[in-house]
DNA sequence: AATGAATGAGTGTTCATTCAT
DNA sequence: TATGAATGAACACTCATTCAT
């Protein structure tokens, strides 16, 4: 809170010091690091300074790319969709049959739990989103690109309700202490698709 | 430490004044009050302040009652848990049968989007256990009796699966610009319960 | 911060519960307590509701006993003149020679730096009774006290200077990181009492 | 995040307005005004809204150049060594011989009673390093120091008994109310000196 | 006589934002 | 273009004190 030194000497404690300048991914560096703000400290626990020290870049770097903090919190929402939307589209990629979609499902929801980060993340965007209607669009791209996905097996209504139930057992997955058997995951998902259990 | 006004005079700006001492029912105000402020502005967003406020009590009040703002976040979600718990049931109290029960679960989620307020505090407890795990055994009792109100009709297997998906219909019909049929919901959960569409 | 139970039942966690009428020696368990919490934290650090805690007595009665905090802290420092008086005369009550008191006042030195809380206690009077002059009469009554016990060996002029120096060398050594010799300390003291080093 | 009046208007109540940015030697005056305050109400008494009052600067600049209280009390308190040390050193700085020695360590003693600022910031040092450890290093540079301007004339044993000492009869003259004789003071002193008194 | 609920001023600290450089 | 000093509102929390019981 205070640089005692001029910049570009003293490399001697704390890490490495700061003769960056020209960092034309430092726009993209700042959206990860908000997110990984986020993910410790939910959505409203997001702040410039937080994100300038994770981020390795100083504090006015953040408010000079982002002019304000509710600008920040939407574009990295935006990039958490755009990763995340990609991630999934990949996770069914290889996916040429229902038993294989079957698989695909309960592994999405296995691995939610393995890697929190991400599943907490969705959460919080939706929770930001059902108070703010500007994210609204936002969320309605994600469910829709969710949606299509999976619609290239099964058609969009079931698609649908495939989704809304991938949704309820990722959070009761994530909210459980003692995990349920993944023999159950796979039951409820088979009914939907309407494949034997 | 310094008096400003005297109490009782001075109902000019700002409202009554305050000649509240003895007051029983305080700490349950204060609570029904931070949970107002929890529906408007999130878990994040509980201040002594605000909730003062609402509650119309004097900040020190706030702070006298609940040692910290963690335990008060803590007694206002145990005090929705057992609200909504009650509710939920009464919901089902009447049901008798199958069809019954299906037209009470297409309920639950057309009142969520007619009443945001639960169901938003539910999502916000939902965010808050995820990484705060003293919030985790609230959860688990909630959970708990939500899947026993259902497993009256439906055994405790078909239970978990109806509770995930309801959970998963209402976060989807929150979010939802133009709101989806109320047949495709009806739809999703008759699959679950086994009935004819 | 609030007491859920009744007064005298659950005798479970936490401690005896208090059901401590009629406690004639309170009032001393309470400036004890007091001068407990004057040695941790200073005293400005003395509040109404640490000292209860620390007599065990419910803060209404610290209140009660003693109409100010400024109060409170007077005789709390009476309290330690008294005890504090008696002891240094014991210290030299069997001393009968000038070989006898030397060694007297290096044991006075070496035992501040054993128990720091009586020697802490001493310069938090000395200070507080330099801005406060409603303590003035007491740090004297303290400083004649101290004088007259060395006195009666010594004569008052070598015992007001004793006391002075007394006084000097054990601010040192109590803030001292590497002890010094006791040697010297004795070496200093001989010097004023015109004794061989 | 509201203002309320228009900056470099309204130069009405409490003083000049502040249209001050660039100002490089803040950080010393926010220092000095905090040795002010240390000496009207002690360490404990000290607080960023008092500092910044005296200092005349914002709040918030207080809390941006010092990033918490015990960091600006511990950089206050070093300003005061620094101070106290040169303004020793300079006291003793034509002293000659023996004779000239004894007049000028009477002169602290009286001198010390005339501005008692000085002293009293020389005790609140010496208390709040027996609580924090931290300040040790501090208190040892300044003995140090001391006894360093003492030794040229006497030797190292002879300077840290005069040193000791001069703090007794500071603490001593502090207190009383009735003055003691100067001629005293420089009995007590001629002594540890080994010259005639 | 004794208690603890109640109150609101005051604390240290964090922060979004502005702006001179 | 980029930075960090600067500002004041807001925060959680502590507290002396008052007062109804």
């Known amino acids: 809170m205070k640089q005692e030194d001029s910049p570009g000497t003293d490399p001697g404690k704390g890490g490495p010091r700061r003769p960056r300048r020209h960092d034309p991914a430092r726009r993209t560096r700042v959206l990860d690091a908000t997110l990984g703000v986020l993910v410790s400290d939910g959505a409203a626990g997001i702040t410039h300074r937080k994100v300038a020290a994770r981020a390795d870049v100083p504090l006015g770097s953040v408010t000079y790319h982002f002019a304000s903090l509710a600008e920040l919190r939407a574009a990295a929402f935006a990039r958490y969709v755009a990763l995340r939307t990609e991630e999934f589209a990949a996770a069914f990629a290889e996916v040429r ?13 296995r691995e939610a739990t393995e890697r929190r980060r991400s599943a907490v993340l969705g959460f919080e965007l939706h929770l930001a989103a059902l108070r703010d209607p ?21 058609g969009a209504v079931t698609a649908s309700r495939l989704d809304a139930l991938l949704e309820g057992l990722i959070l009761r997955a994530l909210l459980a202490t003692t995990p349920e ?3 159950e995951t796979r039951a409820a998902l088979s009914g939907v698709l309407g494949l034997p259990a």
């Open 134 to 154: 500007g994210l609204r669009a936002l969320t309605e791209e994600w469910t829709a690109a969710s949606r299509a996905v999976l619609a290239r097996f099964t």
């Open 97 to 109: 049959d229902r038993p294989g979609l079957l698989d695909a499902l309960v592994a999405q929801v």
């Open 181 to 183: 058997p993944e023999e």
